[in-house]
């Protein structure tokens, strides 16, 4: 067991901050998924595992702010602010999912206006081509390709699609229904 020691670390180790009673709670879940599995959470360098430790940070984050928004019983500021940043955040998730895919696969993507220097999904282009089929805008300055990045680009463009629609709809019938009862 101690050599794996390193995968029972969590995230806050690595940055130095105050430990506690959680990191406790963190490291007895890795351990206890060590013992039930035979395996480490995690195989990577400790860059990697932080990088997981992150994205799943980050994907906790996105559900928080989903119940949020489907929680209150009016439409407020709040709420509002919430839709846009899950919106935000979808961007941002897609974006490292399309880098992965470039990383795994480097020819998976065409470029058809990006310089020769800028060409892989890395950084502002995973970003920008994310946000593009997020918002189903779809210039077509760059392709996806392989089946997987294609499956990628469809998955996002629906979400982008559903997202923002029963966000409307949500907030639509929030702000109905507190208009009736003040009338």
């Known amino acids: 067991m101690a050599k794996h020691a390193l995968d029972a670390v969590s995230i ?15 490291s007895l879940g890795v351990t206890l998924w060590e013992m ?37 019983p009016r439409v407020d500021s709040e709420g509002l602010c919430a839709g846009i940043t899950i919106y935000l955040m979808l961007g941002l998730f897609w974006s490292l999912a399309y880098s992965l895919i470039d990383w795994l696969a480097p020819d998976s993507f065409v470029f058809n206006a990006v310089p020769t220097s800028g060409r892989s999904m890395q950084g502002f282009q995973a970003l920008y081509f994310s946000f593009i089929t997020l918002s189903t805008i779809g210039y077509g300055d760059i392709v996806p390709v392989s089946k997987l990045a294609r499956m990628l680009a469809i998955v996002e463009a629906v979400t982008g699609m559903f997202y923002v629609t029963l966000l409307i709809a949500r907030l639509v019938s929030l702000y109905s229904a507190n208009q009736a009862r003040n009338d």
């Not at 180790?13 to 506690?20: K, L």
């Not at 994205?55 to 929680?71: D, K, N, S, T």
């Open 36 to 72: 039930v599995t035979g395996k480490p959470p995690f195989r990577q360098t400790a860059g990697e595992v932080m990088n997981q430790h992150q994205h799943g940070f980050f994907g906790f984050v996105v559900l928080q702010l989903l119940l949020f928004i489907i929680r209150p």
């Open 12 to 26: 806050e180790q690595f940055t130095g901050v105050q430990v506690d009673i959680r990191l406790d709670l963190y």
